[in-house]
């Protein structure tokens, strides 16, 4: 690979990092703001938190990679227009082609990368977060009881606890509202957390039960003391019987090819499986979009205003793109024709480019 290769590529990868950290950043953000609002809520500790907004990092990356990669060929382009770089390459006989070589090794490299995050990465990192999310909400002792602090895990339910370690409490009261007319309260020195056959409960050591007892006139409270008493939650809790992924969560194959078994898939099999197709669309997405920007810069005059027009040219051809992508991918989920029309898009521009750059390789040819 000559030094000019390297120079171009070197350019490249600094300028895709760069982008991909911003465009990542922001991107991250939203999606760890939504996590941190559950876990809070649930009681999680720091670590899952952390492992958490890691996790759904390759799927964000596998999103926001064909934008980045736009980004950074633009940008380079842009600056080697900018600095007459461009000018002296074709100007010393390096023909269009021959410069392309660097971009198309790049794009290719990209493309595998999108690849892994796509088809590997973001469905095993999303799955994780979606079990692990599932285990959180589904954890007595962070959802029911938090250390120190009055919950309300569901309508007309209080907890409180003094001091909790793991499922063992010290100091525990439960204010059990659901009959206004009617509330019971519970206290107790210990209690422990135990959830036997999707049926959790509280045992209850050395308390009382304070209630309204509604066969005795007056606003008067009954007391009752007990060695140990048990408290089901399960009238409390919406048990969750129904745990599928949706498609940001799935491999290819369960897209194109989902279980027969998949009670999920079965209602939703035209969705998954116009997701499933326009992952695999996208792959291609990098390379045109590279491929698009070589294209439009190698056909400027090189100065500040036609700098200008290309920046216009790129940003309404790639919206205009994406707007198609969007609308071809939306189509897909309820008329499978439409799938056709994903694979279509990418090649009819692609033809287009090729054409436009045919064009180019004659008029700086002669």
């Known amino acids: ?38 876990i809070v809520m649930r009681g999680a500790d720091l670590s899952t938190f952390f492992m958490l907004s890691i996790t ?27 600095d007459k770089e461009m000018i002296v390459l074709l100007s010393s006989g390096m023909n269009p082609t021959r410069l392309f070589k660097p971009f198309l090794f790049f794009g290719v490299s990209i493309t595998i990368f999108l690849v892994i995050f796509s088809m590997l ?40 606890a003094h001091r909790k370690n793991n499922n063992s409490i010290d100091g525990i009261l439960v204010h059990d509202n659901r009959n206004s007319d009617a509330p019971i309260t519970y206290s107790a020195e210990k209690g422990y957390l135990i959830n036997e056959n999707n049926n959790p409960k509280l045992i209850l050591l050395n308390g009382n039960i304070q209630y309204r007892n509604l066969l005795i006139d007056g606003p008067g409270m009954t007391t009752v003391s007990f060695e140990k008493n048990e408290y089901l939650f399960s009238d409390f809790l919406t048990e ?20 027969e078994n998949d ?24 390379i045109i979009f590279i491929f698009f920007s070589f294209i439009i810069f190698i056909n400027s005059k090189f100065d500040r205003r ?7 040219n790129l940003t309404f051809g790639i919206i205009s793109f994406q707007i198609l992508d969007f609308f071809l991918a939306s189509q897909a989920q309820t008329n499978l024709f439409a799938i056709g029309f994903l694979y279509l898009l990418p090649l009819l521009f692609f033809l287009l480019l090729i054409y436009l750059f045919k064009k180019t390789y004659q008029t700086v040819s002669s």
């Open 1 to 38: 690979m000559k030094n000019i290769d390297k120079y171009i590529i070197r350019k490249l990868s600094l300028s895709f990092f760069t982008v991909m950290i911003g465009l990542l950043s922001l991107a991250w953000l939203s999606q760890v703001l939504k996590l941190l609002d559950e």
């Open 56 to 82: 759904v990092l390759p799927n964000i990356i596998s999103q926001i990679t064909p934008l980045a990669a736009f980004i950074t060929s633009a940008f380079v382009l842009n600056a080697m227009s900018s």
């Open 121 to 160: 990465l973001g469905p095993s990192g999303m799955r994780y977060t979606k079990l692990k999310i599932h285990e959180i909400r589904h954890d007595l002792s962070g959802t029911l009881v938090r250390d120190g602090m009055f919950s309300m895990p569901a309508k007309g339910l209080t907890v409180y």
């Open 240 to 259: 969750n019987k129904n745990f599928n992924f949706d498609t940001s969560q799935r491999y290819l194959n369960d897209l194109l090819f989902p279980d």
């Open 263 to 286: 009670e999920y898939a079965k209602t939703r099999k035209s969705l998954l499986i116009a997701a499933g197709n326009h992952k695999i669309a996208q792959i291609f997405h990098p």
């Open 306 to 312: 036609d700098t200008n027009k290309n920046i216009l």
